[in-house]
């Protein structure tokens, strides 16, 4: 077996010791003998062929005929399979999604399966991190191999660990296939051969205590972050080469490894969030399209003055994640709505997207009714168009009236764009009244969402503002609990911890049911979220990625919601200011589609981070609680760090080597 | 004993299947799981298959009644049938079914329903085939 790169059996222990087989690097006598397989599958016939055939390979098999057996299965044992083979046509779940939720619960090295041997349709399984596609019918030949990819696996996440800029081959090959990506890839990997073999006997050494690495780790802090996506959006995703990130970002005693490291997994990040939204609304362009736009939702939020902050980014991710753990349909979308909420965008642009996205439903959730005058705009928007893209679900609590208030949460639809945007300006003027309308609007969701109602946006959502404060770490640290109510998912657009909007109750609690519906509309929500995330991308921080631009200028719904939810957003932290303003320079711009110049960069701090975080704590959150991620906005950038922290804790795998709770990105299928 | 003779009439069968395009080559690698532990894993996939079969067609049957017909969701269904064939080796059958899948692409109801009687009957032929061999294998073994 070729460890790769030079490295020694020695150097490879894997701390995994769970299966017998697994020690050290993994070859043991028996090995691959006993790889712990679950194998998934609807038609019976395959399966039990292909039982037999991992059988004969000496794994140990599981196999399993419902994506959500399989998908308790593995909960159950978190550590008790190797490798998931899985169909990608099954009735109750697609295989896809299957694929998501397991490589970002479970962190397992998945292999698609299909009788389809087109190229979206393999393209789709790499998009979404499929380790592998076989065609079927399969033959044993190409099963015996398959120990490679759990191998590899491990390999990769040891060297992330253990190496900073280490950039995988497997990571490798998702990177979007540019000159300058693939040249800096390249320098990257000779670097890292070398450095690998320097520090082979280092590596040897701590290899026993591969999770005490005695390197400094560098602090992803939200600023360092947010100073690296600008410099990467400044590049252009797809040119954007760790060295000429450092040079960008300037600063002392960040080595390029480090950004590269960053970087690889920022791509990651971004990936998947665009293999979940082209998977969900079938696109099958820009990688980075969504993920742009998440990335910068969520760095937006951060950066938000408002307590919107990561705390509420943190709760709704959460809440989106833990949302999409239960349900499969969800979990795209969660993805992506993580993004929403960090749209810092108070662009103009963004608002055009906003527009977009809020596809026709007339109404649109005030997501960010409480939040906090400060928050811009754009943040609104953004939070707006996460809410949005969450699905066009049922948001709707209010239909538009004073949707300016708050983030017009608005699922999914993006026929409503200019409906939103009308609306949005309508509710300008209601700023003042914070106790008004902007509860009509259903922003109730987004309201509720922001006390992290715990409570499934079932229809909980209904948090009083004063808890908003407690939102953040709802959502973050619950378990089982994602507030995530809070954000637009579904029409909770946790928006803001609103204090005083006692109306927005209201209509956060209705929009909380309306949320519900939320979940169902994977389709929408992916729609939305492609849609948003494009003009995410583009607006909000100005976001150079090709794809997402590409994405933006495709979608006519941009991120239309999150404009106008920071139309509503500001207005209604105004107090009273109108800041219609600046929702109006959102919103007129609103209709086109976004491109993104919005130089949004600072904002996009953790949004990243966040999302990883909230992706892998999502995950665990049972769907209720993604509705209750109402951020609140008091919730300052320094709670969202506290978040990271706490999410790393609670989950205690991040172990990025930025020290980082946020980078869950280690775990993200590769 | 005519166990030779069996053997020889179960190999000459098998091989007729292979010559005449019913089989192909999906069905050695079945052959090659059967072992001791599983004496009668081919006949044994081969009638879980027919049994599965049966719901798929069905299935297939129910979306063609409509006029005019759902062709993605025929598409689909077929889509699986075809999966499941294909992992027995059944070749003549998967051709059919390709065939099927060309006629939904095109919306083309009549050659759907045309094509889909072929199916059948392919489906129906090689289970004769098969039970044939299966009966003439047994006794060999």
């Not at chain 1, 950004?259 to 969030?273: N, P």
């Amino acid at each position: 077996m070729n460890l790769g790169g030079g490295e020694t059996v020695k150097s490879m222990s894997m701390p995994n010791s769970s299966v017998s087989w697994k020690s050290g690097d993994g070859v043991t006598d028996q090995f691959p003998a006993g790889l712990r397989v679950l194998v998934v599958d609807d038609d019976p016939t395959c399966l039990m062929i292909l039982e037999k055939m991992l059988r004969n390979c000496l794994y140990e098999v599981t196999k399993c005929n419902r994506a959500e057996i399989a998908l308790s299965l593995l909960r159950e044992n978190k550590n008790g399979f190797d490798i998931v083979i899985s169909d990608v046509h099954m009735p109750d779940m697609d295989g896809f999604k299957l694929l998501e939720c397991v490589g970002l619960e479970m962190d397992l090295p998945v292999i698609m399966m299909s009788a389809d041997d087109g190229k979206n349709v393999v393209m789709k399984g790499v998009t979404h991190g499929a380790c592998d596609y076989l065609i079927k019918p399969v033959r044993i030949e190409a099963l015996k191999n398959i120990w490679q990819h759990v191998v590899r696996r491990k390999k990769h996440e040891w060297k992330d660990f253990e190496q900073t800029g280490s950039v995988e081959d497997g990571e490798r090959q998702q990177k979007p296939p540019e000159d300058a990506d693939y040249s800096s890839s390249a320098n990257e990997g000779n670097w890292r051969n070398s450095k690998k073999r320097k520090d082979e006997e280092e590596e040897a050494e701590e290899r026993d205590d591969t999770s005490t690495l005695k390197k400094p780790r560098v602090v992803w802090s939200v600023e360092l972050h947010q100073q690296f996506v600008a410099a990467v959006n400044q590049l252009g995703i797809d040119k954007a080469v760790p060295k000429k990130i450092l040079e960008l970002m300037n600063v002392p005693g960040l080595t390029r490894e480090n950004v590269a490291s960053h970087l690889q997994k920022y791509r990651l990040y971004l990936r998947r969030i665009s293999g979940v939204s082209q998977h969900q609304s079938g696109f099958n362009n820009s990688f980075m399209g969504p993920s742009d736009a998440t990335f910068g939702s969520i760095s937006s939020l951060s950066g938000l003055d408002m307590q919107l902050p990561a705390q509420s980014l943190a709760t709704l991710q959460a809440a989106v994640l833990g949302r999409s753990t239960t349900k499969s349909s969800i979990s795209m979308p969660l993805v992506d709505q993580r993004n929403l909420f960090s749209f810092e965008t108070p662009k103009p642009r963004f608002g055009e997207g906003q527009q977009q996205q809020l596809s026709n439903n007339s109404k649109q959730i005030n997501l960010l009714h409480g939040i906090p005058t400060n928050m811009e705009p754009k943040q609104l928007a953004n939070l707006h168009q996460s809410a949005q893209s969450f699905g066009g679900m049922n948001m709707q609590v209010n239909s538009h009236g004073s949707q300016s208030n708050s983030l017009l949460v608005q699922m999914a639809q993006p026929e409503s764009r200019s409906q939103m945007l009308n609306e949005i300006n309508g509710s300008h003027r209601i700023q003042s009244s914070m106790g008004q309308p902007i509860m009509s609007n259903g922003c109730a969701s987004g309201v509720l969402a922001r006390n992290g109602m715990a409570n499934n946006a079932r229809g909980t959502l209904y948090n009083p503002l004063s808890q908003a404060s407690s939102v953040l770490d709802f959502s973050v640290n619950h378990g089982t609990d994602l507030p995530g109510s809070s954000f637009p998912i579904g029409g909770n657009a946790g928006i803001s911890s609103l204090p005083s909007k006692e109306m927005l109750h209201e209509d956060v609690i209705s929009e909380t049911k309306g949320t519900r519906g939320f979940l169902p509309s994977y389709d929408v929500l992916s729609e939305l979220h492609q849609q948003k995330s494009q003009v995410w991308g583009s607006q909000n921080v100005g976001l150079t990625y090709e794809t997402s631009h590409h994405a933006n200028m495709r979608g006519s719904c941009d991120v239309s919601p999150s404009v106008i939810v920071q139309q509503g957003f500001s207005s209604i932290q105004n107090n009273g200011q109108n800041r219609s303003a600046m929702g109006k320079a959102v919103f007129s711009s609103g209709q086109e589609s976004a491109h993104g110049n919005v130089p949004n960069i600072s904002q996009q701090p953790n949004t990243f981070l966040l999302d990883n975080l909230l992706m892998v704590k999502a995950e665990r959150f049972p769907d209720a609680s993604y509705h209750n991620t109402i951020f609140a906005e008091q919730l300052g950038q320094e709670d969202l760090m506290s978040v990271f922290l706490k999410q790393q804790g609670d989950t205690g795998s991040v172990e990025s080597e930025f020290g980082f709770d946020g980078h869950h990105l280690d775990n993200l299928p590769v | 004993m005519d166990t030779t003779h069996l053997q020889r009439q179960a190999a000459f069968v098998r091989k007729n299947l292979f010559d005449q395009g019913y089989l192909d080559e999906q069905f050695i690698q079945l052959e090659e799981l059967q072992d001791d532990a599983n004496p009668n894993f081919v006949e044994e996939i081969v009638t879980l298959f027919y049994n599965d079969s049966a719901r798929l067609i069905r299935n297939i049957e129910l979306a063609l009644e409509n006029s005019p017909p759902d062709f993605a969701r025929l598409d689909d269904s077929m889509h699986q049938f075809k999966g499941s064939s294909s992992s027995i080796g059944a070749k003549k059958v998967k051709k059919e079914c390709t065939q099927f899948q060309e006629y939904c692409n095109a919306a083309n109801a009549q050659g759907c329903i045309r094509t889909f009687q072929q199916v059948k009957q392919e489906l129906v032929i090689l289970r004769r085939k098969l039970e044939t061999y299966f009966q003439l294998a047994r006794q060999t073994a």
